[in-house]
């Protein structure tokens, strides 16, 4: 499970970010995609766990999944599709052509005090 | 809470650092003319055979040279190091997966220019490979034979970051009665289109067309 590494590494951003703009981080929010490979839990424990001996170590991670959206050539649009295990557009049935939402391992935005 | 807060938009990427090392390492592949493939697989199923095999395939037409993930042990890179290729081992200590930086380090001091194609065995790990872009041009996935035919079901991410899929131990099909079209099925049902070959690293059947499949993408790169 590689959910600490990216917690860590996601204090470090958070902390560089604070410093650039120069304030006082409340909360973090975040969006994990489906397919990114993390899994949203084991990523909140680690970020509880990675926190503790930082200047972080009261910030609130807020995590937002975001589910897999493909491209169908068939319908010419974005779609829902049936699962990660079965791409296949909800609409129509076709396979999808290529994922176009659901690799995010993005931070959105930071909650600072005034 | 007592605070006042408003909301300050970044929009980055969690692993930016990763993103933006294995972009450079990229572009720096590139400017040698240095092509990289990656492998990735569960443990024990079959990457090091293939790549004995491949390297010594690949030898008389390329310079090549390799590196291998694991988390302890040099095992693996002196295995492969009979093939008389340059090949070093990234021991990763407790880390379960290989990331830009790693790959950065074990290449210092080789002569990019003196390299065709560099491979790489990540760890065996079908989990957190998937996240970490190595710089890589063609990302391989391997499944046995004997791991079973709904491998990708389990394990859609990282089927859905690979350029490929390799099944392996083909040789042994038959006796763990192995059903090609099914793991086939899976294979697409996860990530439609994507190229899959049959390769038995022991008898060495299906090499040949995987090694023409990279000849053709070397070409082309």
Redesign the interface.
Request: proline share 2%.
């Given at each position: 499970m590689h959910e600490l590494s990216i917690a860590l590494q996601l204090i470090d951003q958070v902390q560089e970010l604070a410093h650039q703009r120069n304030v006082h981080v409340v909360a973090v929010q975040i969006q994990v995609g489906e397919l990114s490979g993390v899994v949203c839990e084991a990523l909140q424990s680690a970020w509880e766990l990675a926190r503790k001996a930082t200047s972080m170590s009261e910030v609130k991670l807020d995590i937002e999944a975001v589910e897999a959206v493909g491209y169908c050539g068939n319908c010419q649009r974005e779609t829902e599709i049936a699962s990660i295990q079965l791409h296949q557009c909800l609409q129509c049935g076709n396979w999808i052509e290529r994922i176009i939402r659901g690799h995010e391992l993005d931070i959105i935005a930071l909650q600072v005090e005034t | 809470?007592n605070?006042?807060?408003?909301?300050?938009?970044?929009?980055?990427?969690?692993?930016?650092?990763?993103d933006e090392k294995a972009r450079a390492l990229r572009q720096r592949f590139h400017t040698h003319g240095v092509y990289v493939v990656s492998l990735v697989s569960s443990p024990g199923s079959g990457k090091t055979l293939f790549l004995e095999k491949v390297l010594k395939r690949l030898s008389s037409k390329f310079k090549v040279a390799a590196l291998v993930g694991d988390l302890a042990t040099e095992n693996d890179a002196t295995r492969l190091a009979r093939s008389g290729v340059p090949v070093r081992q990234i021991v990763t200590g407790t880390?379960?997966?290989l990331e830009a930086d790693m790959v950065e380090n074990a290449i210092d001091g080789w002569d990019l220019d003196d390299l065709d194609v560099l491979l790489i065995e990540n760890v065996g790990n079908l989990?957190?490979p998937?996240?970490y872009d190595l710089g890589e041009d063609y990302r391989l996935v391997l499944f046995s034979v004997t791991e079973g035919e709904d491998k990708p079901?389990k394990y859609?991410?990282?089927f859905?970051t690979a350029d490929a899929a390799i099944i392996t131990k083909t040789d042994l099909a038959t006796a763990v009665e192995f059903r090609e079209d099914i793991a086939l099925q899976s294979v697409?049902?996860?990530?439609?289109?994507l190229p899959v070959f049959k390769v038995s690293s022991k008898t060495e059947s299906g090499l040949d067309e995987w090694i023409s499949a990279l000849n053709t993408r070397y070409n082309d790169s």
């Amino acid at each position: 499970m590689h959910e600490l590494s990216i917690a860590l590494q996601l204090i470090d951003q958070v902390q560089e970010l604070a410093h650039q703009r120069n304030v006082h981080v409340v909360a973090v929010q975040i969006q994990v995609g489906e397919l990114s490979g993390v899994v949203c839990e084991a990523l909140q424990s680690a970020w509880e766990l990675a926190r503790k001996a930082t200047s972080m170590s009261e910030v609130k991670l807020d995590i937002e999944a975001v589910e897999a959206v493909g491209y169908c050539g068939n319908c010419q649009r974005e779609t829902e599709i049936a699962s990660i295990q079965l791409h296949q557009c909800l609409q129509c049935g076709n396979w999808i052509e290529r994922i176009i939402r659901g690799h995010e391992l993005d931070i959105i935005a930071l909650q600072v005090e005034t | 809470m007592n605070t006042q807060t408003r909301l300050v938009e970044v929009r980055t990427k969690i692993l930016k650092k990763n993103d933006e090392k294995a972009r450079a390492l990229r572009q720096r592949f590139h400017t040698h003319g240095v092509y990289v493939v990656s492998l990735v697989s569960s443990p024990g199923s079959g990457k090091t055979l293939f790549l004995e095999k491949v390297l010594k395939r690949l030898s008389s037409k390329f310079k090549v040279a390799a590196l291998v993930g694991d988390l302890a042990t040099e095992n693996d890179a002196t295995r492969l190091a009979r093939s008389g290729v340059p090949v070093r081992q990234i021991v990763t200590g407790t880390v379960c997966h290989l990331e830009a930086d790693m790959v950065e380090n074990a290449i210092d001091g080789w002569d990019l220019d003196d390299l065709d194609v560099l491979l790489i065995e990540n760890v065996g790990n079908l989990v957190c490979p998937a996240t970490y872009d190595l710089g890589e041009d063609y990302r391989l996935v391997l499944f046995s034979v004997t791991e079973g035919e709904d491998k990708p079901l389990k394990y859609p991410t990282i089927f859905n970051t690979a350029d490929a899929a390799i099944i392996t131990k083909t040789d042994l099909a038959t006796a763990v009665e192995f059903r090609e079209d099914i793991a086939l099925q899976s294979v697409h049902s996860v990530r439609p289109g994507l190229p899959v070959f049959k390769v038995s690293s022991k008898t060495e059947s299906g090499l040949d067309e995987w090694i023409s499949a990279l000849n053709t993408r070397y070409n082309d790169s």
